[in-house]
């Protein structure tokens, strides 16, 4: 599945909440940072596990999730919250090395203000709890930082808090085991796997992708 790895009408169908204290996103928006050295301009055009973004719609997409759930965060509810992330290909600026780190200290650090996970917001489009949106925030960090990680052939490491909430999110349950519809199917992989490629199964990736593989 591409745009957004979680679409947010997910949380809101599913109701899937948060506990307490809430997750901090920094950790998955500081990954994302450091994974960004590395991309140089002959990078851009390269596959990713999304399949209809190479790496530039991927960045162009990070960006502009950011962006989004920073504003959902904030209650700044206007054009960057009320667009479908499946609208349009992602469109990556010039400016996207100086752009996207700031976007993503601004979405972590707007997430650590507790009334962000209080009320109703919009991120998607999609009116939805800000608890939720909170989550669906976190797994788009984390699962987008896996994508970028893999199309670029670094490693990736995420905490097990953060891959515990993913799991939650994204697991299939008895009353909604197709979850909507919205996701892609999980994909099969060993009970005994690494935490991290359980939640990148759940989330209808090949755990094992690499490109051209």
């Known amino acids: 599945m591409y745009g957004y790895a979680s679409d947010p009408r997910a949380g809101h169908a599913r109701d899937r909440r948060v506990g ?90 707007a997430w650590r203000a507790p009334d962000a996970w209080t009320g109703m917001t919009r991120a998607g489009g999609i009116d939805l709890p800000g608890e939720v949106a909170g989550v669906v925030a976190l797994n788009e960090l984390v699962i987008h930082g896996w994508d970028l990680a893999r199309s670029t052939g670094q490693p990736y490491a995420a905490g097990e808090a953060e891959l515990r909430s993913c799991e939650a999110l994204l697991a299939p349950d008895a009353d909604d085991p197709d979850r909507g519809g919205i996701f892609a199917p999980p994909l099969p992989v060993a009970a005994d796997a690494p935490l991290l490629d359980r939640v990148i199964a759940l989330s209808g990736r090949r755990p094992d992708w690499r490109p051209g593989g």
């Not at 990556?92 to 100086?98: A, F, K, P």
């Open 20 to 109: 307490h204290p809430p997750p901090d996103l920094g950790p998955a928006a500081r990954r994302i940072t450091a994974l960004l050295g590395p991309v140089d301009d002959g990078s851009l055009d390269g596959p990713t596990p999304c399949p209809a973004y190479a790496v530039r719609e991927l960045l162009g997409h990070l960006t502009g999730l950011a962006t989004a759930f920073r504003d959902a965060a904030r209650k700044d509810i206007g054009p960057s919250t009320a667009t479908p992330p499946d609208a349009a290909l992602p469109v990556l600026e010039d400016d996207w090395r100086e752009a996207l780190p700031l976007r993503l200290e601004e979405v972590a650090v």
